[in-house]
Antibody, heavy 122, light 108 residues
Framework: EVQLVQSGAEVKKPGESLKISCKGS????????IGWVRQMPGKGLEWMGI????????RYSPSFQGQVTISADKSISTAYLQWSSLKASDTAMYYC???????????????WGQGTLVTVSS | EIVMTQSPATLSVSPGERATLSCRAS??????LAWYQQKPGQAPRLLIYGASTRATGIPARFSGSGSGTEFTLTISSLQSEDFAVYYC??????????FGQGTKLEIK
């Protein structure tokens, strides 16, 4: 069974750094793209970027390029989303999700993590 | 970037009735369109991909149609567990994928 298990909720202050994680199991972690999706409070879904853990090829949405960093450690089957300096506007639920196939032919998300709530407040 | 527009924002339907949700793309996305269901406090769940193919385990009362710029998600006979928010997503011109703003399906 494919599972994506995300790290727990975080409460941070503006200006702090943060790295949240998403651990994949039940499949070949290095063979499938994993993406990150933001959902601000009471709002819709926003596609942030994706990474191919096999070679760390990463693609970002222009809206998030330079604002976050997506990475992966294939030795422990874990993908990451990180911020160097958080803002209050980064307060949101963040989901990791996996593409259905090993290539980039189909960009929908077949499997989802449970979400990580990030709260940024002074 | 392709803009996805869903309508209506909120749809009120009685249990047992049919619900029809719409999604429009600002340019053609062929059949590269997915639908998701999200219940409060839960992650989204894939319902439909390729505009009309049901994902594994999705009941037959959910159906998708359309191609190009106009798409529809139909729920043939609403069950209590179907009241949720529904999102469409295009993956034709990607990355990035883009999502619609969502349609909230509520009990009438």
């Amino acid at each position: 069974e494919v599972q994506l298990v995300q790290s727990g909720a975080e409460v941070k202050k503006p200006g702090e750094s943060l790295k949240i994680s998403c651990k994949g199991s039940g499949y070949s972690f290095t063979s499938y793209w994993i993406g990150w999706v933001r959902q601000m409070p009471g709002k819709g879904l926003e596609w942030m970027g994706i990474i191919y853990p096999g070679d760390s090829d990463t693609r970002y949405s222009p809206s998030f390029q330079g604002q976050v960093t997506i990475s992966a450690d294939k030795s422990i089957s874990t993908a990451y989303l990180q911020w160097s300096s958080l803002k209050a506007s980064d307060t949101a639920m963040y989901y990791c999700a996996r593409l259905p196939l090993t290539g980039l032919t189909d960009g929908y998300f077949q499997h989802w993590g449970q979400g990580t709530l990030v709260t940024v407040s002074s | 970037e392709i803009v996805m527009t869903q309508s209506p924002a909120t749809l009120s339907v009685s249990p047992g009735e049919r619900a029809t949700l719409s999604c429009r793309a600002s340019q053609s996305v062929s059949s590269n369109l997915a639908w998701y269901q999200q219940k409060p406090g839960q992650a989204p769940r894939l319902l439909i991909y390729g505009a009309s193919t049901r994902a594994t385990g999705i009941p037959a009362r959910f159906s998708g149609s359309g191609s190009g710029t106009e798409f529809t998600l139909t729920i043939s006979s609403l069950q209590s567990e179907d009241f949720a928010v529904y999102y469409c997503q295009q993956y034709n011109n990607w990355p990035p994928d883009t999502f619609g703003q969502g349609t909230k399906l509520e009990i009438k």
